[in-house]
């Protein structure tokens, strides 16, 4: 029995090893995609002056970002399970700094609109991490607890680049007398150096061995169902945009394509995306997860801020100023943080499924604090910060979950198809919560949003939350274990093992 415990230890041990230096690789990573989406937050009114453009026009750079990144992750991660996930990861930073440079010498609205969509190619990053460490993990027979304490890491870094992107932006466009092309060379610059880490320092993933091919029919209708659900849902959140029969006829088409998708999926030997897999009991409440921690994730963050803006002689609001708002979002991304931080320790000792319900639960519970606990800043962050960490806890968690109920050579296409299915929850709330909190405006309140708004979308993420912990009891109680390391402990608790 000793030797049998020894012989664990030591496959830990080796695990540990080999892939700690990866690790650390894509922390770095990380760090840089956190900088990249929190640079430019503090700029966007100097480059709305730079360009001349209105500043309702900003809302087309965060549209035109999601609509490519929903079109081309599923491609790339899937090329990454064909080729090597690797050579799509240097592919995609390699791309994501040309557009980072291009948008230093962009001059126009056009050229900056169509470098900043590209720049959002660095949405397939994660994904591609996570598969590259569960890979390198599997091999050593501790893929999936070995990429769940890594997934975490790897948020840790993305939150802590936000943070330092939205700190140093404004201090170096003043370290440089407000000249803005100047100040946007830092982003560039740092995705340039990841690109030389990824080249250097990260090893090549084991591609399946056989024929695999690229279900190009596939993805075209897989493209046509997202673009035209995604552009829909961004239409509602621009103040242009068309009105509501084209709105509702992008949706039905999309909803269409979808269907038509599932069906022409189910159908092919190597498809897109494999729909049984996603039908799987371990792997569809995970996928839909993903969907309901957009919601508040990515779809609540604008209402909150502007909640806490909201004059309080309205008799609802925080009334802070623009410092005071930075930093109740740099609160919410220090909870972000501790959420990994804490998913990544209790997961060793506790089940994963367990700490997912748990985190999903807490993401409830923050949500539903905020209505009867909003009038003061202590009541507002307390709340915040409670659902904070149950979210941080979930991004960590769903990549490393999809991957680890996914079957060797979809680890990729799993692990982003958390990403699409976060961002399309996301789209569609923050499509709802606009309409929802424009409902008061140009009446007596001027411009700010009615108060029940903002109670409809604390009580939609609050909904979000408790249905995800709900859905996390149909996984099987041993999923996201260590299948190899199950079957060491059977083997010796056989005997067959001296």
């Not at 508040?296 to 002689?313: E, I, K, N, R």
């Not at 609160?331 to 994963?352: C, D, E, H, M």
């Not at 709802?432 to 979308?457: D, K």
Request: glycine letters at 12%.
């Amino acid at each position: 029995m000793s030797r049998v415990s020894g012989a664990v230890s030591r496959v830990r041990s080796s695990a540990l090893g080999v892939t700690a230096g990866l690790i650390g690789w894509f922390v770095l990573v990380e760090l840089a995609s956190g900088i990249l989406q929190g640079f430019y937050i503090p700029l966007l009114p100097d480059i709305v002056t730079h360009l001349g453009i209105r500043d309702a026009d900003v809302n087309w750079f965060e549209a035109a970002q999601l609509l490519l990144g929903a079109l081309v992750l599923p491609v790339l991660a899937k090329l990454g399970d064909m080729f090597g996930h690797k050579r799509i990861l240097l592919f995609s930073a390699i791309a994501t700094a040309a557009a980072s440079w291009a948008l230093v010498f962009a001059d126009s609205f056009a050229t900056f609109l169509v470098a900043w969509a590209f720049q959002g190619l660095y949405i397939v990053w994660l994904p591609l991490e996570i598969a590259l460490i569960f890979d390198r993990g599997r091999r050593q027979e501790r893929g999936v607890s070995q990429t769940r304490r890594a997934a975490g890491l790897l948020v840790v870094g993305l939150q802590l680049g936000g943070i330092v992107g939205a700190l140093i932006a404004g201090r170096v466009f003043a370290a440089t007398g407000g000249d803005l092309k100047l100040s946007l060379i830092i982003p560039p610059v740092v995705v340039t150096l990841v690109c030389l880490a990824i080249w250097l320092g990260v090893p090549e993933s084991e591609p399946v061995a056989g024929e695999r091919r690229l279900d190009v029919r596939g993805f075209v209708i897989l493209a046509g169902a997202l673009l035209c659900i995604t552009g829909a849902l961004s239409f509602v959140r621009l103040p242009a945009g068309p009105g509501p029969v084209v709105i509702v006829g992008l949706l039905i088409v999309g909803v269409i394509l979808g269907i038509l998708f599932v069906r022409f999926e189910l159908r092919q030997r190597d498809p897109a995306i494999d729909i049984r897999m996603l039908r799987r009991p371990e792997m569809w409440p995970v996928q839909a997860t993903s969907f309901l921690v957009g919601i508040s994730l990515l779809g609540a963050q604008g209402p909150l801020v502007t909640y806490a803006g909201t004059d309080p002689a309205l008799g609802y609001g925080l009334g802070l100023d623009a410092t005071q708002r930075s930093n109740v979002v740099g609160a919410y991304l220090l909870s972000l943080i501790v959420g990994a931080v804490l998913f990544t320790v209790t997961s060793r000792r506790a089940s994963p499924r367990v700490v997912l319900i748990g985190a999903a639960a807490l993401v409830g519970i923050g949500y539903a604090l905020l209505l009867p606990l909003h009038d003061e800043l202590w009541q507002f962050l307390a709340s915040l910060s409670i659902a904070g960490i149950g979210a941080g806890a979930l991004v960590a968690a769903m990549p490393a979950a999809a991957a680890a109920a996914a079957p060797r050579g979809q680890t990729g296409v799993a692990s982003a198809t958390t990403n699409t299915t976060k961002t399309i929850g996301g789209t569609m709330s923050s499509a709802i919560f606009g309409v929802v909190l424009a409902g008061g405006a140009g009446t007596a309140l001027g411009t700010a949003a009615p108060f029940a708004g903002y109670v409809a979308v604390w009580v939609i993420c609050s909904a979000g939350g408790v249905l995800a912990a709900v859905l996390l009891f149909f996984v099987p109680k041993v999923a996201f274990a260590d299948a190899a390391e199950a079957e060491v402990a059977a083997t010796a608790a056989r005997g067959d093992v001296a």
